[in-house]
């Protein structure tokens, strides 16, 4: 079973709001991931951690704000969005095949709507 | 020039018939390939890692060429339910734990 859990699968927030996104995997994957994905594009990454650890930021802006508080879990906080960070984000995570693969599994998004 | 490139399609095909995309990357040293595909609003799944020696699962054959840098997706007997976007994916060899995604190759599949 390769299942990664995202909550909430929709969110609409105002500009001046906090939430968070959650990412939850319990197939002891090493690694996690955030991507952002608009309508027609290809994922872009935002943020990896491996080992619970911070490995790779693509210079997302600080108002995203990811915390990996154990290695089954995986938070996105939103803080003081603008309307054009409205898009699907995907929660990833990803392991070593036999073949010595990384393979790279998706959760099912949140669609965020920014007002 | 992009580091992963596909053709945006749509690729517009009947029942039965079969479809191959082209995927080319800039990289030389890009050491993983794969296949994710992606419905509508839903998230990317992966369809077939790519191997050195090409390989197939059912209907579905992969291959690669390192010597000039393309992969390709071969779908025989195309089904309804392959419409769909078609995500090639390397992995560069120096950043692991980075995949890069070409645009997608949209795929309409009609009665």
């Known amino acids: 079973d390769t299942e990664v859990t995202q909550t909430p699968k929709h969110l609409v927030m105002g500009m001046t709001n906090k939430k968070s996104l959650k990412c939850e995997q319990h197939m002891g994957h090493r690694a996690m991931y955030w991507y952002k994905q608009k309508a027609k594009k290809p994922p872009e990454l935002m943020f990896v951690?491996?080992?619970?650890?911070?490995?790779i930021n693509e210079s997302v802006p600080s108002r995203f704000s990811p915390e990996c508080p154990n290695s089954s879990l995986l938070n996105l906080h939103l803080h003081a969005l603008q309307p054009e960070d409205s898009a699907l984000y995907l929660c990833a995570s990803s392991s070593w095949d036999g073949r010595g693969l990384d393979i790279q599994y998706f959760g099912a998004g949140t669609r965020l709507s920014v007002l | 020039r992009k580091e992963v490139e596909q053709d945006p399609g749509p690729f517009n095909v009947p029942e039965g018939a079969t479809v191959a995309f082209n995927c080319t990357y800039s990289?030389?040293?890009?050491?993983?390939f794969f296949w994710y595909r992606q419905d509508c609003r839903k998230e990317p799944k992966l369809l077939m890692s790519v191997y050195s020696s090409g390989n197939e699962d059912g209907r579905f054959t992969a291959q690669l060429n390192r010597a000039s840098q393309y992969i390709s997706l071969l779908i025989r007997d195309s089904k309804l339910s392959d419409s769909a976007t078609y995500l090639c994916?390397?992995?560069?060899?120096?950043?692991?734990?980075?995949?890069?995604f070409g645009t997608g190759t949209r795929l309409q599949v009609f009665p």
């Open positions: 951690y491996s080992y619970e650890k911070l490995s």
């Open positions: 990289n030389s040293a890009s050491q993983s």
């Open positions: 994916v390397v992995n560069l060899s120096n950043v692991t734990d980075k995949l890069i």
